[in-house]
């Protein structure tokens, strides 16, 4: 009951910075899903080109890579992503990077869909759904709520460091007028 209450009230407290966050990244995605229309012909055809080679080897079975070794890779590069984010979000000057990382990971995933989609169809909706969304049904969700955790310690750090100290501060310069009044006034 008292984790519900306290889970609840985290939630309230933080829900526009997961609002904010997701925003940036549903903007990356779109940003991302536009830029294959603003390809040239010979950059579309050579990504064409490259993913031709790559179910060609698909259907030869030519890919017999280590699955183990090829997850650990992906495992690795996620969690060097989260360990980023996390890095940023102790100081006031990462919380824009962590902004930054987090429209780049909506654009790498809109490009990504927006291409297969737009050079192949149905197939490429197909391929999207079972190549990129599987892992970022995990990855995104992860990355978005540790960048929303990072920003709000980094508003958090900001309003108890810089507030409190102005007000430490300007309880002190009131302090020290009242001392230097004290013997303006016995004078």
Known sequence: MVRNRTLEQYMKEHLSYYIFVGVIFVT??????VMVGALSLEQKQEITRYLGNFF???????????VQSSFRESFSMHIK???????????????PLILILDFLKGVLVGFTVGYMVGTMSWKGL????????????????????????AIAFTVHLVKNRFFQKREHSMSRLCVSRRRCSLPAFCL
């Open 28 to 33: 990356g995605v779109i940003f991302g899903a």
């Open 56 to 66: 060609s080897s698909v259907e030869q079975g030519a890919l017999t890579g280590d």
């Open 81 to 95: 992503w989260i360990l980023i984010i996390w890095i940023l979000g102790l100081s006031v000057i990462g919380s």
């Open 126 to 149: 197909l391929f999207a759904l079972v190549s990129v969304v599987p892992q970022n049904l995990i990855v995104i969700p992860t990355s978005l709520v540790c960048s929303a955790t």
